[in-house]
């Protein structure tokens, strides 16, 4: 059964902890997104990794970090720089699939920090 | 300008009805865009890619107009299970040809009414 899976599904921490959201893949799928969405303000993109070993920033990179050892998992850390951590988290995967790619996403982490 | 712009509407339809929202987008070189459904606190789903003139599926069809630089969702015969919220994205970020990376609007809110 294929897919992308996102653990846990609600995280709750304190402010000031640093938290790492897991994110696996089996779709043997080269690129991997992270993304976060708020309450009318669409998904936006937190960093993408397009092969092991790589990543690029995305639009709010700030207070986050990654890494990309596996090409099947795209762990995702916020930290405590993170000012306003409290959102849905949802990871994706690019593949191609005909003509074009297309991106897949996970379930989503919702997290709360209090 | 946004790189890409959604009515959020709510769009309150009664079942059985046609239904049709729009999205522009602002980078011409795009060759391919996506129109994602979001159930209510759920991941975004895949549900047309639109490469060409347009895409046809069952009761869903996805138009392309690279004149005025919009793409347009229309649902026919609706359903009470097509209430949710539906979101385009089209390549963003520069010269994005492999779709590397994906701009999403905030998303067209949908209500179909008994």
């Known amino acids: 059964d294929g897919g992308i899976t996102q653990s846990p599904k609600y995280l709750f921490r304190k402010e000031g902890q640093n938290v790492t959201l897991s994110c696996e893949q089996n779709?043997?799928?080269?690129?991997m997104y992270w993304y976060r969405q708020d309450p009318g303000q669409g998904l936006r993109l937190i960093y993408y990794s397009q092969i092991v070993n790589d990543f690029q920033k995305g639009d709010i990179a700030e207070g986050y970090s990654v890494s990309r050892e596996k090409k099947e998992s795209f762990p995702l850390t916020v930290t405590s720089a993170q000012k306003n951590p409290t959102a849905f988290y949802l990871c994706a995967s690019r593949g191609y699939r005909g003509t074009f790619y297309e991106q897949y996403f996970g379930p989503g982490t919702r997290l709360t920090v209090t | 300008r946004k790189e890409v712009e959604q009515d959020p509407g709510p769009f309150n339809v009664p079942e059985g009805a046609t239904v049709a929202f729009n999205c522009t987008y602002s980078?011409?070189?795009?060759?391919?865009f996506f129109w994602y459904r979001q159930d209510c606190r759920k991941e975004p789903k895949l549900l047309m890619s639109?490469?060409?003139s347009g895409n046809e599926d069952g009761r869903f069809t996805a138009q392309l107009n690279r004149a005025s630089q919009y793409i347009s969702l229309l649902i026919r015969d609706s359903k009470l299970s097509d209430s949710a919220t539906y979101l385009c994205?089209?390549?963003?970020?520069?010269?994005?040809?492999?779709?590397?990376?994906?701009?999403f609007g905030t998303g067209t809110r949908l209500t179909i009414i008994p």
């Open positions: 639109v490469y060409s």
């Open positions: 980078n011409s070189a795009s060759q391919s």
């Open positions: 994205a089209a390549p963003g970020g520069g010269t994005n040809f492999g779709n590397e990376k994906l701009t």
């Open positions: 779709l043997n799928h080269d690129a």
